[in-house]
């Protein structure tokens, strides 16, 4: 069972339009609204694609009732953790050349007794064997070790902590180590290593840094450079032609679900290029949709997706 806990959940309101104008009354051709937050959006590509999931998350005021509603047909199994303040909107401004711009919010604070709710909900869910994923940004009140806390959580389950989030909570989680895998994008990764990474070689030195921490994977993604996966002894890359996005949000949870995906939900039994393969598929079947939709089976297309086992340290990422 992959379970997903995603302590700042959203709905994800998109707004399409023609140009941007700063400034400017601008008027929408669509707007779509989404269930959102990175966990959620995980359990929500893997459903679509028929695999069983529960995401975990906490919900407060009339959007937390929206969300739960816009999750109740999409299969996702819900625990939802009732909570003081209410669940946050995040607004994405999807412009016709494909450029996106995102303001999340805040969102509610999370206390400590909030916390311990969330984790209790987790503990009652996981077993042996289980894959929990705790993705997105923390909420104001959370404490930085909170993915630390999960973590512990996990183990003592005997489960495997996958993780997707950036900034201090993404570096405390990495220094303690004990990670199946985590998914931060190139930006993150530089964030956490403290310097740019323009070439494959500088992404893989700096996974490899995660790695030597205590994570077994490091799976960056590259925006339309595609993605690479990167272990104590290997590194891979895929990806293919770039898109000119329907809107971008979702694409790396997406990508992130489709490896989990790939690797039938056993971490312990990953075919490095194949999961891969499946994640950018995933990823780049997500960009061609609006707002933080998800794509189904006959959207996924990995034969549009080339692999390489072997590039060249010195590629600039922007070349890929
Ligand atoms: N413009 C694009 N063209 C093709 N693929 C894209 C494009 N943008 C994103 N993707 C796909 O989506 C994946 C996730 O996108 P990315 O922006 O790296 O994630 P995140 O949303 O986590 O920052 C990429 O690895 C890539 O496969
Ligand atoms: O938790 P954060 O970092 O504020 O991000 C939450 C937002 O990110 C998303 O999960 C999308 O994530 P990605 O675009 O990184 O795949 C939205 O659904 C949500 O509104």
Redesign the pocket.
Known sequence: MIITLTPNPSVDRAYDLDVLQLGEVNRADAVHVDAGGKGINVSRALAANDVQTLAVLPVGGHDGDLLVALLEPTGVAVRAVPLPGRTRSNVTLQVAS?VTTKVNAPGPVLDDAGQAELFAAVAAAVGPGDVVVGAGSLPRGANDRFYVALGEVVRAAGAHLVL?TSGPAFDAAVAVGGLALV?P????LAELAGRPLPTVGDVVAAAREVVALGTTRVLV???????LLVSADAACW????????AS????????LAGFLAASGGDLDQVDDAECLRT??AW??A??LLPGTAVPTPDLIDARAVRVDLDLDPTTPIKEL
Do not use: C, I, Q
């Open positions: 494909g997707d998914k994008n190139d930006e993150e993604s590259l925006g339309s450079h595609g993605a895929a990806g293919g032609p770039a898109l000119v996005p971008t949000v979702g694409a790396g949870d997406t990508t994640a950018v990823g780049r997500a960009v």
